[in-house]
Nanobody, 123 residues
Framework: QVPLEESGGGSVQAGGSLRLSCVTS????????MGWFRQAQGKEREGVAA???????TYVDSVKGRFTISQNNAKNTLYLQMNSLKLEDTAMYYC?????????????????WGQGTQVTVSS
């Protein structure tokens, strides 16, 4: 079992910002492709952003220019800064880790993930 603990979700008006955090073990943090996927009610899981062990990042097209994935190596912590939030960003967001595959947002849904944190964007 891979420890992944998310925090930082909440409710925000459209156009606002939130920052999600995810703490994991040093072993996972240093070796895995990590990132975030989301699942809106009644919809399939969607990879949002991924970062590989070398620090390269990729994003799903719908969040490019608005979301930024980053990490704090000293704290084994992953972040997702979400700006200019839209109604369609409303979902449960999961921190995930996967290894052995090409590091993309879509690949994250096939790895391990945490309990999730809810993000609700209202008008």
């Amino acid at each position: 079992q891979v420890p992944l603990e998310e925090s930082g979700g909440g409710s925000v008006q459209a156009g606002g910002s939130l920052r999600l955090s995810c703490v994991t073990s040093e072993y996972t943090y240093s070796r895995a492709c990590m990132g975030w996927f989301r699942q809106a009610q009644g919809k399939e899981r969607e990879g949002v952003a991924a970062i590989d062990s070398g620090g390269s990042t990729t994003y799903v097209d719908s969040v490019k220019g608005r979301f930024t994935i980053s990490q704090n190596n000293a704290k084994n912590t992953l972040y997702l800064q979400m700006n200019s939030l839209k109604l369609e960003d409303t979902a449960m967001y999961y921190c995930a880790a996967v290894s052995g595959v090409r590091c993309t947002p879509a690949a994250l849904v096939f790895g391990f993930w945490g309990q999730g944190t809810q993000v609700t964007v209202s008008s």
